[in-house]
């Protein structure tokens, strides 16, 4: 199987499209230079997410529509296929979606966010459906935030149904506002954790995606399918890594040995 580059940005985290919108393109753009064939964005990059401290004014789904073609101008320009994570509001209230762009800024489809964490439910619903995405030389699926730290059976039928690589665009602060130094430390919060495990025990590359700030409390980074930390944007810091992935090594083998058969409990 081929090498390809992949790359995760850290944006910052923003409250309007007006906002957003720049720095979106802007890590398109490095990502582009960076030779990346396919780029993943921070959880609700478009406009910010609403568990921050300043109070993210309402958007209207056309203003998103709008937002996210500005978007997939600068992936067609920059050649690159691209994540956007954005808000979708429907009737039941507003949903977290991962939007994908192909390399000519065509739209591929959406992964919505299915498992919502407690504290979020003021502000988002869950949507449902899982998706299986091929773009940029890849198979990739997307597990946003909470349900791939929480819900590790996500990532594994993802795994099973022939993802190479499970794009995870997040939004995790530390609780005290205090900036880790080093990836995976045990004093960090245990999302960057989950994800190792995420990687380890179905031998897929995991790239996940965080915006950037003072409190970020995991890291924008790339793990190979044996644990190791490829490349890393550093805590705090506004930026886009690039790293090349070997497809021959995310074989899901580990995801493939599980045996339900041998693991049923029978139900009296």
């Known amino acids: ?5 992949i ?3 850290s ?5 309007t499209l007006d906002e957003a919108v ?6 398109v753009e490095e990502a582009g230079r960076l030779g990346a064939q396919v780029l993943c964005l921070p959880e609700t990059a478009l406009p910010g997410h609403r568990l921050q401290s300043r109070p993210v004014p309402d958007v ?13 101008a600068a992936a067609r320009r920059a050649h690159v296929v691209t994540i956007v994570g954005a808000e979708r509001p429907q009737a039941a209230g507003r949903e ?3 939007v994908v762009l192909d390399a000519d800024g065509a739209r591929l489809g959406e992964q919505a966010k299915t498992q919502i964490d407690p504290t979020e439910e003021p502000h988002y619903v869950a949507g449902s459906g899982r998706r299986r995405f091929t773009a940029g030389g890849v198979t990739f699926a997307i597990a946003i935030c909470h349900e791939a730290f929480r819900y590790p059976e996500v990532v594994r039928a993802a795994v099973l149904d022939g993802a190479q690589v499970v794009f995870v665009p997040h939004y995790v602060t530390t609780e005290d506002g205090s900036l880790p130094e080093r990836w995976c430390d045990a004093s960090n919060p245990y999302n960057e954790k989950a ?4 990687a380890l025990e179905n031998t897929v590359y995991v790239a996940q995606a965080n915006v950037a700030g003072a409190d970020q409390g995991s890291a924008t980074c790339i793990i190979a399918p044996d644990g190791t930390l490829v490349a890393q944007v550093p805590y705090g810091r506004v930026g886009v890594t690039a790293a090349e992935v070997d497809l021959s090594r995310a074989d899901g083998f580990l995801a493939r ?3 339900p058969e041998r693991n049923r409990q029978l139900m009296h």
Request: charged share 15%; aromatic share 2%; hydrophobic share 60%.
């Open 22 to 27: 720049p720095a979106a393109i802007a890590a």
């Open 60 to 72: 209207t789904r056309g203003e998103l529509d709008g937002a996210v073609d500005a978007i997939a």
């Open 7 to 9: 790359a995760v940005a």
């Open 11 to 15: 944006t910052p985290l923003t409250a």
């Open 96 to 98: 977290i979606v991962a």
């Open 257 to 259: 040995r599980w045996a």
């Open 1 to 5: 199987m081929p090498t390809i580059r």
């Open 195 to 198: 994800l190792l495990c995420r």
